[in-house]
């Protein structure tokens, strides 16, 4: 189990991490979310030890990351892709790692075959592509068979077939009980991977909740509609006892209503429907309002505070939205 104590970072004047409390749940995949420079790489560094903490703490069973015996039995990580000797071979690579932890030889064969490498095991790592190199990150990760994994932004850069491959390897990973720590400053990619999440911005935590929690919060539906006949339909709704509200493109929303009733209700007053539609806020954007104020990079002119600041901007039609369960893949 990972626990962090009012963890703390700081580079001079920033605050990279500000008193971080919150424990990692085993048997599930955690999304470690934030926009960027939130504070995620700095606090999985520190778990890991390669950042000493200006103050609090951070454990794993109980013991910071350097009083662990054969830390790799404990906790793998994968935290830069390329963090691999270029002139080294995958296999040499991986011996080397499993050597100093007294992981037997065979698991080297194994962890390659898991990660698909076997056939390149002997070629050096130079020539590897960034899916090659992550998978070999990845093979790192397992080599002691750890309770603990962290990904740091897995699936940057990767190609959809790399990126589903991650996902559902992390996936697995949990259902067999690991806990599954994984950074992202995507809301779009947790909600098909991750069980729960840990939000945070400017290194402050702002949410640790489940992701059904999560969804339930932030999902809000909403029918549109658009007619040539506003005032008719706008009297029938008002006589069902539902209210509608102006877009600024002359459509009309009504909240949490339902397709087919409006559909019929406009139909027995007979008027014209040119749009009848359901929408959806996509977790990205109720994400992005939640760490609006904690964007350290807007792009060009608050863009990023704008686009996120408004539950109106953020209805979208269904299918552009993200989905809604997440876990249907
Ligand atoms: N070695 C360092 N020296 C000085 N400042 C640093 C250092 N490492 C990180 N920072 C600063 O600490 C803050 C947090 O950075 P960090 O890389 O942990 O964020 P992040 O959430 O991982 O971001 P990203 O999603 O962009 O990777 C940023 O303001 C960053 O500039």
Redesign the pocket.
């Known amino acids: 189990m990972i626990e962090l104590h009012e963890l703390t970072k700081r580079?001079?004047d920033?605050l990279?991490?500000d008193g971080l409390n919150f424990q990692v749940p085993q048997g599930v995949v955690t999304g470690f979310l934030?926009?960027?420079?939130?504070?995620?790489?700095?606090?999985m560094?520190m778990i890991l030890d390669l950042d000493r903490p200006t103050s609090g703490k951070v454990t794993i069973d109980g013991k910071r990351y350097g009083q662990l015996n054969e830390p790799l039995k404990y906790i793998g990580a994968l935290l830069e892709a390329k963090a691999v000797h270029p002139g080294r071979t995958a296999y040499d690579h991986l011996l080397w790692l499993a050597q100093s932890n007294r992981i037997p030889r065979k698991r080297v064969d194994e962890v390659l075959a898991l990660v698909g490498l076997s056939s390149v095991a002997r070629k050096r790592s130079r020539g590897f592509s960034l899916g090659m190199g992550q998978r070999l990150g990845i093979a790192s990760a397992l080599l002691g068979d750890p309770e603990i994994l962290m990904f740091?932004?897995p699936v940057n850069g990767l190609d959809p077939e790399g990126i589903l491959w991650i996902r559902n390897l992390m996936k697995g990973l949990a259902t067999e009980g690991r806990t599954v720590f994984v950074?992202s400053?995507l809301m779009s990619e947790m909600a098909l991977t991750a069980d729960h999440l840990v939000v945070?911005g400017r290194?402050k935590l702002l949410a640790n909740l489940s992701m059904a929690d999560f969804i339930k919060q932030n999902s809000r539906s909403a029918v549109r509609v658009r007619t040539p006949h506003v005032e008719q339909l706008l009297t029938a709704l008002h006589g069902a006892g539902l209210n509608a509200e102006a877009g600024p493109d002359g459509s009309y929303e009504i909240e949490d209503g339902d397709l087919a009733h409006i559909g019929e209700l406009a139909a027995s007053h007979g008027v014209t429907l040119h749009e009848l539609s359901p929408q959806q806020a996509s977790l990205e954007e109720a994400f992005m309002q939640m760490t609006a104020d904690s964007v350290?990079y807007h792009a060009g002119d608050g863009e990023g505070r704008d686009a996120a600041g408004a539950w109106g901007a953020a209805w979208q039609p269904r299918d552009a939205a993200a989905p809604a369960t997440g876990k249907e893949n």
């Open positions: 580079y001079g920033t990279a991490v934030g926009p960027n420079g939130a504070g995620k790489s700095t606090t560094r740091d932004e950074s400053h945070i290194g350290e």
